[in-house]
């Protein structure tokens, strides 16, 4: 039995998922000022303030520190002559077997935010479903897709 899948994802992944987080935040800003604003207006129970302060002092921490470094941690994958395997998750992780053989196509994809970051993601189809690696820098990304696609082509001349 296979210990758990060696490769890591690109540790610059962590910059992005932290302005993913800045974003998320920005958002919860806007209804807890609302909130805040409308509790103030209306002469609400004015104890709801420091509250929604702690909670959005909670939600940074939680979603720019805690999680990004967490998920980090987690994502893990391994790319070997018969299987890809895959592994991420928070709180509960999943392992995944992709068999060679059942790989129909491997594309990789980079969106602005990775494109800064030299960082793509290589997807890969299967009949079943679409598998995704994230965050990997960009010559590992290319490496990966043409490798891939080489051992998945192997594994249909066997069959």
Do not use: C
């Not at 990004?68 to 987690?74: H, M, Q, S, T, V």
């Not at 592994?87 to 969106?111: A, C, Y």
Request: charged share 25%; no cysteine; net charge positive.
């Amino acid at each position: 039995m296979n210990g758990e899948p060696r490769k890591k994802i690109s540790e610059r992944a962590l910059s992005v998922w932290r302005i993913y987080g800045i974003i998320g935040l920005a958002v919860s800003f806007a209804v807890f000022a609302a909130a805040t604003v409308l509790i103030i207006i209306f002469d609400g129970p004015k104890w709801i303030i420091p509250i929604l302060i702690l909670l959005f002092i909670g939600e940074g921490y939680l979603f720019l520190f805690f999680i990004p470094r967490l998920r980090w941690r987690r994502w893990r994958y391994e790319v070997r002559e018969q299987e890809i395997e895959i592994q991420h998750g928070l709180f509960t992780v999943k392992r995944t077997l992709i068999p060679m053989i059942r790989v129909q196509h491997v594309d990789s994809k980079q969106g602005p935010l990775f494109k800064k970051y030299k960082l793509a993601s290589v997807t890969i189809s299967t009949a079943a479903a679409v598998h995704e690696i994230p965050a990997l820098d960009e010559e590992e990304a290319e490496e990966l897709r043409y490798s891939i696609s080489r051992l998945a082509r192997v594994a249909d001349d066997d069959v």
